[in-house]
């Protein structure tokens, strides 16, 4: 037995039938295949489901089916185990979270392997995202020794006024499957530094990473019962009963707009603090007096980053019209020479988008803008395969009328259009419902921040392709949602305001 399977099989000791991911000579992982709820495996006579590897069609695993019985199950432990947790010293919480953040860069390359099994991002990018979503562990292994409070006086100088932190309690936490372990660790990570307990539901497509930093908290001394991982394909029954539960006091939600609409709808009966990560749909401005070299660069970021399946994606590229030419030569020809496969291969670029559906989207957002008057500079067409492939694609001046210039793409299509004026790009970059990032290329200051200050934007990204940092307050405006995460405001939306009055006589 390898040092790798040994490690494997004693991590999941306790699992009736652990599921072996065999991928590579150098790697093994496995996963529970029961719910983690109070630190025991759920398997028994349930029903599971299956989750495929969108690079092959093929099922990597299967997991338990939870019902919304058993999630309140997990409640009833979350809430248990979540006081005692309240109850420990930030050291403690920190010392916690610091282990884990060392188990879970120990094991990067079992998660990164899980995680382009189930995702299908290439491994070097998934590696990446193991990097960061561990970072978020360890920001809050920090932040948690740092919590807000501040004493005041009052104004008729009679009292002194105390405000602390306390933690919101047991909470729901609901993840996409384009960021697998990263928006898991995004909420989990500051809800236990603020002395929280959690139900965690990952994406039905995406399930086993969950699983598996979930036992790696666990094995880094988180006591049982306070990360709680349901996966099920009943996400709507599921969630709505955990929220009917008067014991959880906050949702946190990362995915669609609206399902996100539906959630808060939801969250309002019994007034839960909610946090809201949903869609964008990201411009991408270069002005004429962009370096071009670092628009390509930082514009190839914004749309390949996870194969364009990201709310930060830029959505729609407004190039000025003196640079507009160069730049579609440029970043057309840089488009055309990714190397798109199986992201278990070396070399490869590009992955597989998560499934059939995805790919059908690229496929009609395309033919549209084609239909009604685009031009396609490179790409276009889904690739033959067993996989879900879709070749990286430039659209260029797509009508305002096509589908795609409206709809979040999530996927390798870059679609490229005109404008003239900074107000023209102002103007168009606005108008969308959405307001979670956005992208500037200029090479002046003072446009750079005129431009960003107009932007109806929770982020603005300057001459480069990514605004995500762990230290960063990460959230959107107007449909986009609402709170943030990352940064010491992440901390905040696990944590309640508490106020206490004190009196203050003058003694002689
Ligand atoms: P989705 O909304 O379909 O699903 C997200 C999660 O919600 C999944 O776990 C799903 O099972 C669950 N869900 C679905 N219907 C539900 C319901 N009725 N009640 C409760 N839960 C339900 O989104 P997706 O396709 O998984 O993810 C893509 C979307 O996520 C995109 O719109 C993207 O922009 C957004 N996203 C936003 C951020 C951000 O930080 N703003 C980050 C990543 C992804």
Not at 38 to 51: D, H, I, K, N, Y
Request: with cysteine.
């Amino acid at each position: 037995m390898s040092a790798a399977e040994a490690r494997a099989r004693s991590a999941f000791r306790d699992a009736a039938d652990p599921v072996f991911l065999a991928a590579s000579d150098r790697v093994l992982v496995s996963v529970p295949p029961g719910l983690r709820v109070g630190g025991e495996l759920m398997v028994g006579q349930r029903a599971t489901f299956a989750v495929a590897d969108p690079a092959t069609g093929a099922t990597v695993a299967t997991v338990v089916d939870a019902t919304p019985q058993d999630a309140l199950d997990a409640v009833a432990i979350a809430y248990e185990s979540g006081r005692a947790w309240a109850a420990t010293s930030t050291r403690h919480r920190s010392d916690v979270l610091h282990r884990a953040y060392a188990i879970l860069m120990e094991r990067r390359d079992e998660i990164a392997l899980l995680i382009t099994r189930e995702m299908g991002k290439p491994l070097a990018e998934a590696r990446g995202e193991v990097t960061y979503a561990s970072d978020y562990v360890r920001w809050y292994a920090e932040e948690a020794l740092r919590p807000a409070g501040n004493v005041r006086p009052g104004p008729e100088g009679d009292v002194r006024l105390l405000t602390s932190r306390a933690p919101v309690g047991t909470c729901l936490l609901i993840t996409p499957w384009n960021f697998p372990m990263a928006m898991a660790t995004r909420k989990i990570a500051p809800a236990l530094a603020a002395g929280c307990s959690v139900i965690l539901k990952p994406a039905e497509l995406t399930p086993l990473t969950s699983l598996l930093v979930a036992d790696i908290f666990r094995e880094a001394g988180v006591p049982d019962g306070l990360v709680n991982v349901v996966t099920t394909t009943d996400a709507a029954g599921l969630s709505r009963a955990v929220m009917a539960d008067p014991r959880v006091r906050k949702v946190s939600f990362t995915g669609s707009t609206p399902v996100g609409r539906t959630l808060l709808a939801q969250a309002s009966e019994n007034l839960l603090k909610t946090s809201m990560e949903l869609g964008g749909n990201a411009p991408l401005i270069v002005f004429d007096d962009a370096d071009l070299e670092r628009a390509v660069e930082g514009a190839l970021t914004a749309k390949l980053r996870n194969g364009g399946q990201s709310c930060t994606a830029a959505n729609r590229y407004l190039v000025q019209e003196g640079i507009a030419d160069a730049f579609i030569e440029a970043f057309s020809e840089r488009m055309s020479q990714i190397v798109v496969g199986n992201g278990l291969a070396a070399g490869v670029g590009l992955g597989p988008v998560i499934d059939q559906r995805a790919l059908d989207k690229c496929t009609r957002l395309v033919d549209d803008a084609i239909a009604r008057g685009a031009t396609l500079a490179t790409g276009g067409k889904a690739i033959d395969s067993a996989g879900w492939f879709f070749e990286p694609t430039v659209l260029v001046d797509a009508s305002d009328d096509a589908e795609i210039a409206t709809t979040e793409i999530f996927g390798p299509v870059a679609s490229i259009t005109r404008f003239s004026t900074q107000q023209e790009a102002i103007d168009r970059a606005n108008d969308t419902p959405f307001g979670l990032s956005a992208y500037v290329f200029t090479q002046d200051l003072d446009r750079a921040f005129t431009v960003a200050d107009r932007l109806e934007t929770g982020m603005v990204g300057f001459n480069q392709g990514i605004v995500s940092n762990i230290s960063a307050p990460f959230g959107g405006t107007k449909h986009s949602g609402l709170g943030r995460e990352g940064g010491a405001e992440g901390l905040e939306e696990y944590q309640d305001i508490r106020y206490y009055a004190m009196n203050r006589r003058q003694t002689a």
